[in-house]
């Protein structure tokens, strides 16, 4: 009598083939135009672009036209998705290996960087700074300020997450010459063109829209502020266990 088979979860299907986990590794640790992907892995354009295809389909990761050069297109890998894919796969060879929360870590530091810090970056400042409750050192900057912030960028932070931004100042990258950081994280496609010496800071991409560019006017356009912030969230939820956990591993090592 023939044994019914367990099928096989997807992300293992996924994930099994050598290529397809080099992308998933490339996009792991920041968003990549293709061509990068095709530098990264060391194959054809065409090959790479069909397993992204097969990757996409899965839901694993997504795509962006990017808002600097609309002839790119930016992938993204999609964390809470990749997540519940992990934990389904681990719950259905043993339950026991699912992940434990992790401990609360104090530490790190990092720097969200766009042009103008009106919108995108300081959004990204106030979500992590309220979601590590004071845990981790933040700050944005941009390449080149705005004299203030974008109205909706106070009204969504202070309408949706409570967070008051009522007075604070767009900051000019240079002001923060003097101070380190763990992570220099790019929003805007934008900036991330101008190479920058950050140091020994681990550089990451996020490819986002710009919210004002959504629309005419700044009634129009807060439903892009709304939906911006919370993709920053959900990025900063996963930035804050890969900063804690870095500071983690770091202490570990110096005891």
């Not at 299907?13 to 998933?24: E, T």
């Not at 992204?52 to 694993?60: C, D, F, P, Q």
């Not at 804050?240 to 110096?254: A, C, E, K, P």
Request: net charge negative; glycine share 6%.
């Amino acid at each position: 009598m023939a044994v019914e088979q367990t099928p096989v979860p997807l992300l293992m299907q996924m994930a099994a083939h050598p290529l397809r986990w080099a992308l998933l590794t490339e996009l792991a640790a920041s968003d990549r135009r293709v061509r990068e992907l095709v530098a990264a892995v060391g194959e054809p354009q065409n090959l790479v672009s069909y397993h992204l295809r097969l990757l996409r389909s899965a839901g694993l990761i997504t795509a962006r036209r990017s808002n600097f050069d609309g002839r790119d297109t930016y992938y993204h890998l999609d964390l809470p998705s990749c997540g519940a894919a992990f934990t389904e796969a681990a719950t259905a060879l043993h339950p026991a290996l699912v992940p434990a929360p992790s401990q609360e870590v104090t530490g790190g530091a990092v720097l969200f960087l766009c042009t103008g810090n009106s919108a995108r970056s300081p959004m990204a400042e106030a979500l992590l700074r309220h979601r590590s409750g004071g845990r981790v050192e933040v700050a944005s900057a941009g390449s080149h300020p705005k004299p203030a912030l974008h109205p909706n960028t106070v009204r969504v932070m202070g309408e949706e997450y409570g967070i008051d931004l009522t007075g604070h100042h767009t900051t000019a990258l240079s002001a923060l010459a003097d101070r380190s950081f763990d992570y220099v994280i790019t929003l805007c496609d934008k900036v991330r063109e101008v190479p920058r010496d950050h140091g020994s800071a681990t550089t990451v991409h996020w490819s986002l829209p710009d919210p004002p560019a959504a629309a005419a006017n700044d009634h129009d356009s807060y439903p892009e502020f709304r939906r911006v912030a919370a993709e920053i969230d959900i990025r900063n939820q996963f930035l804050l266990n890969l900063v804690t956990s870095t500071v983690r591993s770091t202490d570990h090592g110096n005891n």
